[in-house]
């Protein structure tokens, strides 16, 4: 398993071994040693499962406020996405600042999200499905997210027009959020 750096201190692109031969392949998505020998101690506690049918749905930008913040450990284990994490710490260097991934069956690249960052996809295929571990069960009075179109944040997306949930149409802009993510890196 190697993990790759990214722009923010403790998110991490994760590039599993992939073990194939003729009958298919195996890897390791996850082995707590190995995380934590990079500082990540998140205990998961929930496994999630999304299919979206379309290309362009586009999930997000959600994270949970404290105190039921989620660090996540994102896979897509069908077709193809564009992952994006915005560090949403205020005394954070990179406060505001956002990177994307892509994440591919082809590719087996996992994304670990610490605490802090809202997160989103855009599927790049139909038909794809994403899976991923959180360290805090979802918390619906302590759901939240930012608009996926921000003009302040200006995330490159690969599309215009995505098919969004109505929730997702009516988060609030990043200027508009007051972020109760004090302490940062």
């Known amino acids: 398993m190697k993990f790759i750096d990214t722009k923010f201190a403790d998110a991490w692109l994760i590039e599993p071994k992939v073990f194939k031969d003729n009958r ?7 082995a707590e040693k190995k995380f934590a020998e990079r500082g990540i101690d998140a205990v998961f ?6 299919k ?19 660090a996540k450990l994102v896979r897509t284990t069908k077709g193809r ?12 260097p990179t406060y505001g600042h956002w990177q994307s ?29 994403v899976q991923y571990k959180v360290d805090s069960p979802y918390a619906p009075t302590h ?4 608009r996926w179109n921000d003009p302040d944040l200006a995330i490159d997306w690969p ?27």
């Open 143 to 146: 759901d939240a997210g930012i």
């Open 52 to 70: 979206s049918v379309a290309l362009g749905v586009l999930r997000g930008l959600h994270f949970q406020v404290p105190p039921c913040e989620q």
């Open 159 to 185: 599309i215009d027009n995505p098919v969004l949930s109505p929730k997702d149409a009516l988060l609030p802009l990043h200027k508009d959020f007051d972020s109760p993510f004090r302490v940062g890196r």
């Open 45 to 50: 506690v929930q496994d999630n499962h999304s």
């Open 101 to 129: 991934f892509e994440l591919t069956e082809e590719n087996y690249h996992m994304l670990f999200v610490p605490r802090g960052f809202a997160h989103g996809f855009c599927t790049l295929a139909p038909d794809t499905e």
């Open 24 to 30: 298919g392949f195996f890897l390791e998505t996850y």
């Open 81 to 92: 996405i564009l992952d994006v994490i915005v560090d949403i710490r205020i005394a954070s």
